[in-house]
């Protein structure tokens, strides 16, 4: 039995590279003949560095909210991974309580990859998940002005949303400590970037899909001539998931919590849907399943097998319980 474990990190417990080993323990006790090999994923979002092999370098930036960061980055054979919120992240500030939707920037983001191209770079990876920005991208293309430095250089945007430039705005300004008032003032400052956007650039960005990945970012980046990309592609094709895959004779995947909105650019949904592609059987363990996503894919919840401290607790020990179980119901 040959068996591939590729989950995403479990927000808050276990990193990705944690979960995968976990649930490779599982598969083993469960079949100790069995061929496990572990590929921990990441959608664009935090941690999808550290699964395309960390940081090897540091660049202090501006944070967030104008404050000095020490952001790490790599740089291997002229390509560049830039992990958007270590220079812009909502985490840097203290969460949704510590920022100020309106004055967060991502100017230290335009400054990594501006210290890229300092580099050398000539592929960049940018993975935009975890922002604690709305700027539209307006604070990083300021920090890489003049953009004609970009020509040449093949500048990809990883993202974990899919969602147009403006509704950016409404469906995460909240998540980053907006009022009411200041998410219709965000989308107004959208709105006007596009404008800007198509007078400057050329480009329409509210027609893009994935434009309102980090607040807009992705969409300022497509304005310069990023291409923007799901973020599970990216990473799935350098790291060789896909043929993986296609050996494999069962594909465990897995979150922090799995709802609809993980069809949509996420790592389990992505994984889901190339495994039906091969006809490859598919195990989703997740701390927790909400709404009718065991209609679509075999979930385990974590929280309702083992309960929510445990679950929260010992995140590794439940994940091998819970993928020893399901193997060995096979």
Known sequence: MRVLVAPDKFRGTIDAAGAAAAMATGVL????????????MADGGEGTLEVLGGANRTTTVSGPLGDPVDAGWQLRRGRAVIEMARASGLDLVGGAEGNDPLAASTFGTGELITAALDAGARHIIVAVGGSATTDGGLGALR???PTQRLRGVQLVV???VRIPFVEA?????????????????LERRLERLVQTYQHDYGVDVS???????AGGLA?????????????????GEALGLFDALAEADLVITGEGFVDEGSFEGKVVGGVAEAAEEL??????????????????VRCVSLVERFG??????ATAACLTDAVAEAVAAL
Do not use: N, W
């Not at 006790?29 to 921990?40: L, N, S, T, V």
């Not at 027609?207 to 990945?213: D, L, T």
């Open 279 to 296: 006809g490859v059987p598919v195990l989703v363990v997740a701390g927790q399943v909400f709404g009718d996503v065991a209609d679509r």
């Open 143 to 145: 920090a890489m002005y």
């Open 207 to 213: 027609a893009i899909e994935g434009g309102g990945a």
């Open 158 to 160: 990883a993202c974990d």
């Open 29 to 40: 006790e469960a079949r100790p003949d069995a061929i496990c090999k572990a590929f921990p």
């Open 169 to 185: 705005a409404r469906r995460f300004a909240p998540q980053k400590g907006a009022t009411p008032a200041q998410v219709a003032l």
């Open 219 to 235: 969409g300022g980046l497509a304005a310069v001539g990023a291409e923007l990309v799901p973020g599970f592609e990216v990473v």
């Open 308 to 313: 929510d401290e445990r679950s929260r607790t």
